[in-house]
């Protein structure tokens, strides 16, 4: 398993009130990760990390891929401090992804339906990762579904979007092959178990020139 910090998380190490700090404990089973060979990179604050499964990279940026948490935003900003994960991001995407024609997955906990972060974020967020081919961008938090994202204006291709909503009422399935990403949410409703949001595309996407 491959986890990271949301909402509900923080605050980062240090600032914690009560004896219990989940990000140190992150910070630890990501470091068992690295020691085992598992990560592809680590960021400097043991957060932040990505992995390679078979040819497509994996980049987890945790609560949102921003560097600070924008100054319009109104939640706390201790807890919900992104801690520089746009550019662990970048630096990942240039070092294990650039002229490989590489799929690219990002995972983070909030997506582009919420307003823990904010739509400039959003912006420069699509655009560091819009030279490389995306195959998804998995997220949480709010609403399930199927999803694509681009800010107003932009010539870069859409990105597509996965959120994986909460698992108290179901759970998204996703299937990798060598050129296509197969997915569907599993559900259970008073009839019983029933799949929801099929998307089944190219891996390869076109990316931004």
Request: proline share 7%.
């Amino acid at each position: 398993m491959f986890d990271g910090y949301g909402n509900h998380d923080g605050p980062p190490v240090g600032a914690e009130k009560h004896g219990f700090s989940m990000q140190a404990k992150l910070k630890e089973r990501n470091l068992r990760r690295q020691e085992l060979g598992w990560l592809k990179e680590l960021c400097p604050k043991d957060l932040h990390y990505s992995f390679d499964l078979d040819d497509v990279h994996f980049v987890q940026a945790n609560i949102y891929p921003a560097d600070t948490q924008h100054a319009k935003i109104r939640y706390n900003r201790v807890w919900h401090d992104p801690q520089g994960a746009l550019t662990f991001l970048k630096s990942s995407l240039e070092k294990h992804a650039a002229g490989k024609d590489r799929p690219v997955i990002i995972l983070s906990h909030c997506g582009f339906d919420t307003d823990w972060w904010h739509a400039e974020d959003w912006a420069v967020f699509h655009a560091a990762v819009a030279p490389y081919p995306v195959a998804s961008f998995f997220c949480g938090h709010t609403g399930t579904g199927i999803l694509k994202y681009k800010p107003e204006g932009s010539s870069a291709p859409e990105l597509p979007v996965v959120n994986t909503g909460q698992t108290a009422k179901g759970f998204f399935v996703v299937h990798i092959t060598g050129d296509r990403i197969i997915a569907a949410y599993r559900i259970r409703e008073a009839a019983g178990w029933k799949w929801k949001f099929p998307m089944d595309r190219p891996l390869a996407l076109p990316v931004a020139k």
